[in-house]
Nanobody, 131 residues
Framework: QASLVESGGGSVQSGGSLTLSCQAF????????AGWFRQAPGKEREGISC????????YYSDSVKGRFTISRDVANSTLHLQMNNLKPEDTATYYC????????????????????????WGQGTQVTVSS
């Protein structure tokens, strides 16, 4: 699977916005389902959004639905996460990851992203939201 590098994290106040980016260093990234996970201190890693290989279908967890938007730029092998109306509970390290194309169908059916189905993990980017 593609090697991925996340960027764009930072510190913002509640209600603010950030855009995360994920750069893939593998041309095959365009054929993968891609997603964002996050991990807050003392908590398990949570899958929050993923996008089909075509970019036409998206999934959001209830915790971010309506506030976050995932997108991908096939030409530049990048994945983005636009985060609006950030809340203190969004504070976490954010990771991007890739999965086999059929994984998106599984995510849709189960309504959850399974960490074990994804790979190519980067170092993550920290997002801190203050109240």
């Amino acid at each position: 699977q593609a090697s991925l590098v996340e960027s764009g994290g930072g510190s913002v106040q509640s209600g603010g916005s950030l855009t995360l980016s994920c750069q893939a260093f593998d041309d095959t990234f365009q054929f993968y389902c891609a997603g964002w996970f996050r991990q807050a201190p003392g908590k398990e890693r949570e899958g929050i959004s993923c996008i089909s290989w075509s970019g036409q279908m998206t999934y959001y967890s209830d915790s971010v639905k309506g506030r976050f938007t995932i997108s991908r730029d096939v030409a530049n092998s990048t994945l983005h996460l636009q985060m609006n109306n950030l809340k203190p509970e969004d504070t976490a390290t954010y990771y991007c990851a890739a999965a086999a194309p059929q994984t998106f169908t599984t995510v849709q059916r189960l309504g959850v992203m399974t960490e074990a189905d994804f790979g190519g993990w980067g170092q993550g980017t920290q997002v801190t939201v203050s109240s």
